[in-house]
């Protein structure tokens, strides 16, 4: 038997790229379909992040038309990670396996029967890779070097140059709902769940059209989440640089105090007012991180869910009356 398998897309103000991407992605199910590759079940799950575009209208009329393409209307916008949770815990209970790809394709489409392939030998989880980065800007290649290598050496075991364009199994996705954490940061949370999993190597394109939604200051909030939600050794960090400078400040006060008892007073103002900002700057790191880690504490105490879903086609049959 094929396995029946869902393509979910989360889709934030898309509609320049989405007509485009969903007849490429109808046109991709239905050449598996047609070789027997995956189920006449499979389907397309669009997850629309409470976009204020027309992006609902897009999937919701395309839907009409195909009973292949389904939608999921979130009540407004939770971000990419949320999204494509929503889309895979709604995904999971109609399929055997479950594709996220972005809904700009930057992802080739076609890598999707090697994910297949890898599905049908026994892997729980395979991940796509990007060969290259050079469809990035130099400035966005370092940085994510830059959070690649610091994550893998504060012992986060992230699989280098994936994004979230990967397949999951049906036992995966049910597994991945155990983890209750609010701050859910999915490329370090897959690797996780430990199963069988392998790597198909892809080339990611340009940006078809639309603007990205990862602006600078989301990606670096994105890493920041990333890093303080697993790992406390940032916060071991600063405590090792308190550690040292209390030890080096005794030092200086010892040899201040020396020069003192020679005679030599000139020593004074400079010294003070440097030592002064560089606890009270210390201090401040520390009290930052602290907060950021309490907040995560705060957060997480509360229990809220991470999306709530208003219109969902995909378990339910097309409400026609429904004004879009
Ligand atoms: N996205 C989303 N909610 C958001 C931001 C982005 O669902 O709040 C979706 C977006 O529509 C796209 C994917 O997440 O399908 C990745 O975004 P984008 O392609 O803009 O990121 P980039 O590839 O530039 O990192
Ligand atoms: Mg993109």
């Not at 079940?41 to 395309?62: A, F, M, P």
């Not at 999971?92 to 999707?112: E, F, H, N, R, T």
């Not at 395979?126 to 290649?141: E, L, Q, W």
């Amino acid at each position: 038997m094929e396995p029946v398998l869902t393509i979910v897309v989360p889709c934030f103000n898309e509609e320049e790229v989405l007509p485009d991407t969903i007849h490429q992605l109808e046109q991709f199910v239905k050449q598996l379909t047609s070789e027997q590759i995956v189920s006449n079940r499979s389907r397309i799950l669009l997850v629309d992040d409470g976009s204020k575009d027309r992006t609902w209208e897009i999937i919701y009329k395309t839907g009409l038309r195909n009973e292949h393409v389904r939608g999921l209307k979130l009540s407004r916008n939770v971000g990419h990670q949320n999204a494509l949770l929503a889309g895979l815990f709604a995904a999971k209970d109609g399929s055997d396996c479950v594709v996220s790809i972005d809904a700009d394709l930057q992802d080739d489409v076609q890598i999707i029967r090697e994910f297949i392939d890898k599905f049908n030998e026994g892997n729980e989880i395979v991940y796509g890779v990007r060969k290259r980065r050079d469809t990035d800007s130099i400035f966005k290649r370092h940085t994510a070097q830059f959070f690649y290598k610091l994550m893998k050496r504060m012992g986060v075991d992230l699989v280098y140059n994936h994004a979230d364009f990967r397949l999951m199994s049906k036992r995966a996705i049910t597994e991945l709902e155990g983890f209750k954490e609010v701050n859910l940061f999915l490329r370090g949370i897959v690797p996780l769940l430990g199963f069988r999993s392998d790597v198909v190597y892809y080339d990611r394109k340009e940006r078809q059209a639309g603007e990205t939604k990862y602006p600078l200051k989301k990606m670096l909030s994105f890493a920041f989440d990333g890093i303080t939600s697993f790992s406390v050794s940032p916060i071991r960090f600063v405590l090792f640089i308190g550690f040292v400078s209390f030890f080096l400040s005794i030092l200086f006060g010892l040899y201040f105090l020396m020069l003192k008892m020679l005679g030599e007073t000139q020593t004074g103002w400079t010294s003070l007012i440097t030592s002064i900002w560089l606890i009270g700057g210390l201090q401040l790191i520390a009290i930052g991180l602290i907060g950021e880690y309490v907040g995560k504490i705060y957060k997480e105490s509360k229990q809220r869910p991470k999306f709530i879903i208003d219109i969902d086609t995909f378990s339910m049959p097309i409400p026609r009356h429904h004004l879009i």
